[in-house]
């Protein structure tokens, strides 16, 4: 008698570069059942203020506001500086860095690569700025430190404001602090696919008083008072709904780390000859968000990618193509480190459910090629 099909006869599911991380369900309904008892679903409600604090201390920055997604984090940040014009920025990120401005009406203007950092250099910041530049808008990639010293010393040079987009960058500490409380302000992503997700979400954080009232106002459509409006706003609030999922992963958040650093530490130990590896800030910490190898062709890389794909095993090409390729940009330009870069660069699975055995398939067929 043919028998039903069982979990066991099904073909092993694909291993994708992530995968999102589901916290305990009884404590998310527990939080759902708070919801249903008190009918306050969305508008700055207690899930999110508690959100909010306990992001606060853990990160320990002085304000963070929650928004509804990353990107609208970067257009409030660019409406709560009051950016106009050109803003330097890197090719070398997630599209979202550059679509942000141009969706704002601003001009991305791309500072090349570090060709081992994968961060904007700083040296190629200067030679871009006019007297339309208005703000420069780095990214510590896949949550290595910006040299932001540097950048801060020609912000303050020719009067720029700075914002990183730190989406990468949760709970990096540089220098003894949090990355975060480096620029005007920065933002973070706290997509399903990023270290520490909301489902979709993200926040903005600043130092500044007056810069967080002003994005408050921003993200509620300018609403200051039952019946007062002051400017232009936008809808950008988190729900409760996305607040209690960050709330129970939070809680989980020092096993997430570990569980993806002992991926990243065998990934680093076995692959170092093979391949190379982006240069780590010496002054700053891990938080063991992606693990990008970059071959010594593209050709090589294809190659290797095709041998994981037969194995159903998908890395992805991050960040590819280079953004300065975007076909909307009114300045076309030209950054050769970030597009030899985009064409080498490959991110290997890396989640905290990711078996060791799964990972050795990986690893062999990195380094069976290569050798
Ligand atoms: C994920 C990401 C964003 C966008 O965040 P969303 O929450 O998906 O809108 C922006 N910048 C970078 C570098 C990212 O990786």
Known sequence: MPSAPTPQSLPPAPIQVTKAYLPDKEKYKGYIDTIYESGWLTNNGPLVKQLEQRLQEYLGVKHLILVSNGTLALQV???????????????????????????????????????????????????????????????????????????????????????????????????????????????????????????????????????????????????????????????????????????????????????????????????QSEVQFQELNANGTQNYSYFPVVFKTEQQLLEVQGKLNQANIYPRRYFYPSLDNLDYLEAKQTCNVSRDIASRILCLPIFPALEQQQQNIIITIICEYLS
């Open 77 to 271: 940040a660019y409406k709560a500086l009051d950016l106009q014009g050109e803003v330097i920025t890197t090719p070398f990120s997630f599209v979202a860095t550059t679509s942000s401005l141009a969706w704002e009406g601003l001009t991305p203007i791309f500072a090349d690569i570090d060709p081992n950092t994968l961060n904007m250099n700083p040296a190629n910041i200067e030679p871009l700025i006019t007297s339309r530049t208005s703000a420069i808008l780095p990214v510590h990639v896949f949550g290595n430190p910006c040299e932001v010293e540097a950048i801060q010393q020609i912000a303050q040079r020719h009067n720029l404001k700075v914002i990183y987009d730190a989406a990468h960058a949760f709970g990096v500490q540089y220098k003894g602090e949090s990355i975060l409380n480096y620029g005007d302000i920065s933002t973070l992503s706290f997509h399903a696919t990023k270290l520490f997700h909301t489902i979709e979400g993200g926040a903005l954080i600043t130092n500044d008083d007056k810069v967080a009232a002003r994005v408050r106002k921003l993200i509620n459509f300018g609403i200051i008072g039952p019946d007062q409006i002051d400017g232009v706003g936008i809808n950008a609030k988190m729900n409760e709904f996305q607040a209690a999922m960050g709330l129970c992963v939070l809680d989980e958040i020092q096993e997430i780390m570990t569980l993806r650093k002992h991926v990243w530490q065998r990934y680093r130990d076995t692959l």
